[in-house]
């Protein structure tokens, strides 16, 4: 038999309940901005294809949100069942983002309605488009209040701590905390390129079984062209990133780079096993790189994990984590820049069987990337619940309980795949777009 530990399975059901919500969440944040983007190019260029992916995209849509409200909801209750400590002290300061990300859900929620009942009903099709704005800016805002409470975990500031009670909050200051810039701008350019890349590869599939049809070359168009910006975007944001931890969390960026001695000219470690003496083994080096990453020179000295209480030190395997979301939005670049250029270039195709095939591959790895970097967030925070004031251990519960509930939202998780699973296949493979475009006749223009 083995002790039960409450903050194990808090942990546990913590880290199923937010893997499972921020696939939704992401494809919640995301997919609004690729339908704009087509409803507004199908309007420009009177071209009905468009027209028809931002109809389609918005039906898939709808189905997500309905999940992401569950599994948003189950997040909620947990923060407050599992994590009653945290909540008691940490709530207080944070209250105010909280309550911001479920007005912002209403708002998208009541123009998402709006916007997909009023399909043709407007001569001026303009009217309709400025529907989904406010779906964008909720959805995004959604994600800008929840990443505000997750910044806050990571640098906490806006109130006094006193003999374990909350005093002089400010949760205006909560809110804007250090991290949030960059926090916020990684998770809204990551999360509008992985769905630019879900589009992208369910257009590029149907290519590659044959289906030929201009629409899925108009969709996979500009699911690439919008996937190179946001992966751009992301690239450039994670280099921000890299210097906002070497300033307030220089021990997680020390970990997820394995570097052990304060060093200038310090190299960036890529792979490797770490043995029992801190060595690296078979890791790949890059001279000075993690200088450049951490301050911006190759000759700037960045601080080893010798520094730090050993008990302060995350778990190292997020070197891995870290690795793995390098990896991935390297190939997202890579691979979207290449079916640009096949575009561009007349002689080339950039329709052939390996640029579909690496599309297809993005997809799946853009949201492995977005998990990964959660869980770097999470673990690279370890042994800390609230950075500097409060550690895991001591914001769990204590109930004997959270075992049972692992196993209930274990099971309703899977029912809730495997349902959005069997309802978006019948919803698309009863109706395909080769169908829909012959019976509504959108060939003929924007009407319909």
């Not at 670049?333 to 599309?359: E, R, T």
């Given at each position: 038999?083995?002790?039960?530990?409450?903050?194990?399975y808090s942990r546990l059901l913590t880290t199923l309940t937010l893997a499972f919500?921020?696939?939704?969440?992401?494809?919640?944040?995301?997919?609004?901005?690729?339908?704009?983007?087509?409803?507004?190019?199908?309007?420009?260029?009177?071209?009905?294809?468009?027209?028809?992916?931002?109809?389609?995209?918005?039906?898939?849509?709808?189905?997500?949100?309905?999940?992401?409200?569950?599994?948003?909801?189950?997040?909620?209750?947990?923060?407050?069942?599992?994590?009653?400590?945290?909540?008691?002290?940490?709530?207080?300061?944070?209250?105010?983002?909280?309550?911001?990300?479920?007005?912002?859900?209403?708002?998208?929620?009541?123009?998402?309605?709006?916007?997909?009942?009023?399909?043709?009903?407007?001569?001026?099709?303009?009217?309709?488009?400025?529907?989904?704005?406010?779906?964008?800016?909720?959805?995004?805002?959604?994600?800008?209040?929840?990443?505000?409470?997750?910044?806050?975990?990571?640098?906490?500031?806006?109130?006094?701590?006193?003999?374990?009670?909350?005093?002089?909050?400010?949760?205006?200051?909560?809110?804007?905390?250090?991290?949030?810039?960059?926090?916020?701008?990684?998770?809204?350019?990551?999360?509008?390129?992985?769905?630019?890349?879900?589009?992208?590869?369910?257009?590029?599939?149907?290519?590659?079984?044959?289906?030929?049809?201009?629409?899925?070359?108009?969709?996979?168009?500009?699911?690439?062209?919008?996937?190179?910006?946001?992966?751009?975007?992301?690239?450039?944001?994670?280099?921000?990133?890299?210097?906002?931890?070497?300033?307030?969390?220089?021990?997680?960026?020390?970990?997820?780079?394995?570097?052990f001695e304060t060093a200038k000219e310090a190299p960036l470690v890529i792979g490797?096993?770490?043995?029992?003496?801190?060595?690296?083994?078979?890791?790949?080096?890059?001279?000075?790189?993690?200088?450049?990453?951490?301050?911006?020179?190759?000759?700037?000295?960045?601080?080893?994990?010798?520094?730090?209480?050993?008990?302060?030190?995350?778990?190292?395997?997020?070197?891995?984590?870290?690795?793995?979301?390098?990896?991935?939005?390297?190939?997202?670049?890579?691979?979207?820049?290449?079916?640009?250029?096949?575009?561009?270039?007349?002689?080339?195709?950039?329709?052939?069987?390996?640029?579909?095939?690496?599309?297809?591959?993005?997809?799946?790895?853009?949201?492995?990337?977005?998990?990964?970097?959660?869980?770097?967030?999470?673990?690279?925070?370890?042994?800390?619940?609230?950075?500097?004031?409060?550690?895991?251990?001591?914001?769990?519960?204590?109930?004997?309980?959270?075992?049972?509930?692992?196993?209930?939202?274990?099971?309703?998780?899977?029912?809730?795949?495997?349902?959005?699973?069997?309802?978006?296949?019948?919803?698309?493979?009863?109706?395909?777009?080769?169908?829909?475009?012959?019976?509504?006749?959108?060939?003929?223009?924007?009407?319909?």
């Amino acid at each position: 038999m083995f002790d039960y530990d409450p903050v194990m399975y808090s942990r546990l059901l913590t880290t199923l309940t937010l893997a499972f919500h921020i696939i939704f969440a992401t494809i919640g944040v995301g997919i609004p901005v690729m339908i704009a983007l087509a409803e507004w190019i199908g309007i420009k260029r009177k071209d009905p294809h468009y027209i028809l992916l931002a109809r389609r995209w918005t039906r898939g849509f709808v189905i997500t949100v309905a999940v992401g409200v569950v599994t948003g909801t189950s997040i909620g209750l947990q923060l407050s069942l599992l994590w009653p400590s945290f909540m008691q002290i940490a709530g207080q300061a944070i209250a105010l983002p909280l309550f911001m990300e479920i007005f912002a859900f209403f708002f998208e929620a009541i123009f998402l309605g709006i916007y997909i009942y009023t399909w043709d009903r407007f001569k001026n099709p303009y009217i309709h488009f400025l529907f989904v704005i406010p779906v964008v800016i909720g959805s995004s805002a959604s994600a800008f209040f929840i990443t505000a409470v997750n910044a806050f975990m990571n640098t906490p500031q806006g109130f006094t701590l006193e003999g374990g009670k909350i005093t002089q909050i400010d949760p205006i200051a909560a809110m804007f905390n250090p991290s949030l810039p960059t926090e916020i701008s990684h998770v809204l350019t990551s999360a509008y390129a992985t769905s630019a890349f879900i589009l992208g590869a369910i257009s590029a599939f149907a290519l590659l079984r044959g289906r030929n049809h201009v629409y899925y070359k108009k969709a996979l168009k500009l699911t690439m062209v919008a996937a190179f910006i946001f992966s751009f975007a992301t690239a450039l944001i994670g280099d921000f990133s890299g210097k906002f931890l070497a300033e307030y969390q220089p021990i997680k960026l020390a970990a997820a780079e394995w570097h052990f001695e304060t060093a200038k000219e310090a190299p960036l470690v890529i792979g490797g096993i770490l043995t029992e003496t801190d060595a690296i083994k078979y890791g790949i080096k890059i001279p000075y790189a993690l200088s450049f990453l951490a301050h911006g020179t190759i000759q700037s000295e960045v601080k080893g994990l010798n520094e730090f209480p050993r008990d302060q030190i995350p778990p190292l395997f997020i070197h891995y984590l870290f690795d793995a979301m390098v990896i991935i939005g390297i190939y997202m670049l890579a691979v979207s820049f290449l079916f640009m250029v096949a575009d561009f270039v007349k002689k080339w195709n950039p329709y052939q069987k390996v640029i579909l095939a690496g599309i297809i591959a993005a997809a799946p790895l853009a949201m492995f990337a977005i998990e990964y970097g959660w869980i770097f967030a999470e673990v690279g925070r370890q042994p800390w619940i609230l950075y500097g004031y409060m550690r895991t251990s001591q914001g769990a519960t204590t109930s004997e309980h959270v075992g049972t509930m692992f196993v209930l939202f274990s099971v309703l998780y899977l029912i809730l795949a495997v349902t959005v699973i069997r309802v978006l296949r019948k919803m698309f493979t009863d109706n395909p777009a080769e169908k829909e475009i012959r019976e509504t006749g959108l060939e003929g223009g924007l009407s319909g």
